[in-house]
């Protein structure tokens, strides 16, 4: 996962499902500038999602796929 983030600061991921579940949650912390975060997907299942990542300030959701 790739991200920009304006400042050096605390970040939340989250990845939930289509029914609104949140599947995975973890606060990072972001540099500023582009971040990268290695996302395990081993325990989840294949299908569509919703990606969140917030640090207080500024919200952005993507739709993510993950596959097999």
Known sequence: IFFSSPKPDKVELIIINLLGKTIYSETIHA??????YHFN???ISAGFYFLS????????????TIAD
């Not at 540099?31 to 990268?36: K, R």
């Not at 990542?53 to 993510?64: D, H, M, T, Y």
Request: no cysteine; glycine share 10%.
């Open 41 to 43: 997907s081993k325990n």
């Open 53 to 64: 990542i917030n640090n207080g300030e500024i919200s952005v959701s993507r739709k993510i």
């Open 31 to 36: 540099q500023a500038g582009i971040n990268t």
